[in-house]
């Protein structure tokens, strides 16, 4: 079995599986890796939450799927990287497993915490009360303003969500973690599995036995997954190109 990790920041991840054939997409150069492959994003602000698709990301991640011939995908975290690796995945016929570990799903600073006092946020994951709490510690850029930022929380919700759709399992580091997710949303995530931490008995059987039952299981229908229109990637590029100067000038 070959499996691809998608990790942009993998130093606190590690290999999954001393066994499986793996090769890691990453954003810097950790340690002990296997198999690993880089892409840094140049355009100004990645890991800004206005920013979380990057369509030469998408493009270089198509590539190299086709050129690895990779029996699964197994998505550990999208910031710094694009939001869409399963659905590229799942378009060349790739199942895919996400990991849902902290808040990036239901907060756009991945928190769930008020920045003014640290609270916790108990607001249901929407546009109203997520874009002016985020840009109070990510500013929008004044080129953009702030019809450009709901329009940025709508294609990152839209993007995130048909990724935890697509996925054939969804992992949580907890039960009370899951559910809380799925109060954030306001809706259901579909099956949850807990994995357990590295290190603890009984990690690796999970993982052989996981990739295995994905592996058969095979990508998600054609009809869930969609066409790829080639004009709506190429409109998605121009966007982000007009976007790279406001956040250049900022």
Known sequence: MKLLVVAPQPEEAGPLLACADQV????????DLPG?????????????????????AT???????????????????????????VLVAARLGIPAVV???????????GTRRRPEDGTPCGET????????????V??????????RAYLAF?????????????????????????????????????????????????????YRDLYRRVVALGPPPPEEVGERPWFAERMRAASEEAWDQAFEVE
């Open 138 to 147: 990510q500013p929008v850029p004044r080129g953009l303003g702030t019809d």
């Open 154 to 206: 709508g294609e990152r919700a839209a993007a995130l969500g048909r990724e935890i759709a697509l996925a054939r399992a969804r992992l949580v580091p907890s039960a009370e973690h899951g559910e809380q997710l799925v109060r954030a949303l306001g809706t259901a995530l579909g099956p949850l599995l807990v994995a357990p931490p590295r290190g603890e008995p009984g990690h690796d059987a999970f």
């Open 99 to 109: 990991d849902l570990p902290d808040h990036s799903a239901t907060c756009l600073l």
């Open 24 to 31: 890691w997409i990453a954003g810097s150069e950790p340690a």
């Open 59 to 85: 493009r270089w991640l198509r590539g190299l799927l086709r050129e690895l011939a990779v029996d699964l995908v197994h998505v550990r975290a999208w910031q710094g990287f694009t939001h869409d690796p």
């Open 36 to 56: 690993l492959r880089l892409f840094q994003r140049d355009d100004p602000c990645p890991t800004h939450w206005m920013r979380s698709g990057s369509v030469p």
């Open 125 to 136: 994951y929407g546009p109203y009360a997520c874009v002016p709490c985020a840009a109070r």
